[in-house]
């Protein structure tokens, strides 16, 4: 693959990093912007919470389906094709599901919308890897950071605030304009990056096989804590995508132009930054999840109000972003993913202290300093997992890497869930011990309650209930701190890549 086009210097580059982030940014403001309007879709259209939940399902199944297509048509159409095609059909589906008038429409506009979604981030990727030189390549990766970090805090701020005050389909038409300027931008200033005619027939077996085992897998982690790790439909499921990745795996180490080439896994770099990015990742999805629900169901705010508290942290890691592309460009990754890395987990131990009275000034402070140290650590590993990855390579490299983020963030949260719930129930059992008709502690609840002992053991139930599930959550950050442990290390051994230019220039 190649560009045709000369080298007009640095702002080049900067622009396609510009452009490009437009739809980053829009694909993974989505996966958030959806959940908080939820609720309300499932009052106007009078269904279920099962089928509701399709909404997001559907949508995380389908890019698991999309992606791993993603980087061969990229070589073989071409990057900027692929790009605005996937813009395109994104802002069709966002279109669509504005003006579904029934859930089962609504379900079916949200595939149309994965569709384009799942190919904009690896196409996106690609694109920076290629036509960025590897002497900016932290810059670039700086810019592309902001959507990385900034967009899953917006997205339940945004969300809230359509949802409460305009209409709840303005999270899905507020794309419509920015997807068309988008399109025009990419149209009119990517350059175009060239198809590759060899790039061979498509695998149609690695692509039936890696779609069968991500449906499966992503299905059966998302739908974990409603059925049970040992329900049969689980198991099933699993035991399916076993199978079916196994036998991708083994198609494509030995089909001869596969869907996806593995031996990217060669590149140690790569390697040992996405084991890196597997434990941020898990670390950042869960930790996002859990304190919106600790701050919504426990503590009482809205769904705006909490998006709010965690504004201060998003803004600080995406105005640090390009100075931390800038820090990676001069002294590489392995000084400032292994500061950054040490910084987050001493902020997941910070939070292991939440408790049912924690100020929110304090657990405001806590989400800026972790989230500033997971930017620290997450953006040079993002960053070094492509530095040393041929540019031929760049989009089935941008797509694994897609894959594996997905992936470890559905996984996380369905393993963490497992986890909390286990525990909210030790505990809870544990307290309800010491509630009993002749308790002190519900005596004299009893008696601020006017001698209704009832509503007093009510009251009682309703603190074992908050205490066990925040006890829990606390566990939930120990487990992480535990998982970072291994990146810290593996951050010591990141290198920045060759300091050879991609082999393109710029129109």
Request: glycine residues 8%; contains cysteine; neutral net charge.
């Amino acid at each position: 693959m190649g560009i045709e086009a000369n080298n007009n210097g640095s702002s080049s580059w900067v622009l396609i990093a510009l452009v490009s982030l437009i739809g980053a940014f829009m694909s993974i403001l989505d996966s958030t912007i959806v959940d908080v309007a939820i609720t309300t879709i499932m009052h106007v259209f009078s269904t279920n919470t099962t089928t509701v939940q399709w909404i997001v399902t559907i949508y995380m199944l389908t890019l698991g389906v999309v992606v791993p297509w993603s980087g061969w048509m990229g070589n073989r159409f071409g990057l900027k094709k692929i790009y605005i095609f996937s813009l395109a059909i994104f802002t069709l589906g966002s279109a669509l599901c504005s003006l579904s008038w029934n859930i089962n429409s609504l379900i079916a506009a949200r595939v149309i919308q994965a569709l384009g979604g799942g190919m904009i981030m690896p196409t996106t990727m690609a694109m920076i890897s290629e036509a960025v030189p590897r002497e900016k390549f932290g810059s670039a990766m700086g810019i592309f950071g902001i959507s990385l970090m900034m967009a899953p805090a917006i997205g339940p701020t945004l969300g809230g605030y359509l949802v409460e005050y305009v209409d709840w389909r303005w999270i899905f038409t507020v794309n419509i304009p920015i997807g068309l300027l988008g399109v025009l931008l990419a149209f009119f200033i990517l350059p175009e990056f060239k198809g590759n005619d060899d790039a061979g027939k498509v695998d149609v077996a690695g692509g039936i096989t890696s779609s069968i085992g991500l449906f499966c897998l992503l299905l059966a982690l998302s739908k974990s804590s409603d059925w049970g790790w040992g329900d049969e439909k689980t198991v099933l499921l699993l035991y399916t995508s076993v199978v079916a990745l196994g036998l991708f795996v083994y198609l494509e180490l030995t089909c001869e132009h596969p869907l996806l080439n593995l031996r990217v896994f060669k590149y140690r770099n790569f390697t040992m930054a996405n084991i890196i990015l597997i434990a941020v990742t898990i670390s950042l999805n869960a930790g996002v999840f859990y304190v919106s629900l600790f701050l919504q169901n426990i503590r009482g705010l809205g769904a705006m109000q909490a998006g709010m508290l965690q504004m201060a942290a998003a803004l600080a890691s995406g105005l640090l972003m390009p100075v931390i592309g800038a820090l990676y460009d001069r002294i590489g990754p392995k000084f400032i993913a292994f500061t950054g890395l040490s910084a987050f987990l001493y902020a997941q131990y910070l939070f292991h202290q939440l408790s049912l009275d924690t100020p929110f000034n304090l657990i405001r402070l806590w989400l800026i300093f972790r989230s500033v140290g997971m930017s620290f650590g997450m953006m040079p590993a993002q960053t070094a997992a492509l530095a040393d990855i041929p540019p031929e390579m760049a989009g089935e490299a941008s797509a694994i890497n897609n894959i594996i983020s997905r992936v470890s963030g559905s996984f996380g949260i369905a393993v963490l869930t497992s986890i909390i719930n286990n525990r909210q129930t030790m505990y809870a059992e544990r307290l309800a011990e010491h509630i009993t008709s002749s308790n002190m502690a519900l005596s004299n609840l009893s008696n601020k309650l006017g001698g209704s002992s009832t509503l007093a053991y009510e009251a009682l139930q309703g603190l074992v209930s908050q205490n066990s599930y925040v006890k829990a959550i606390d566990d939930m950050f120990i487990i992480m701190c535990i998982m970072t442990i291994p990146a810290i290390f593996l951050s010591l051994f990141l290198k920045k890549g060759n300091k050879k230019s991609a082999h393109m220039s710029v129109e």
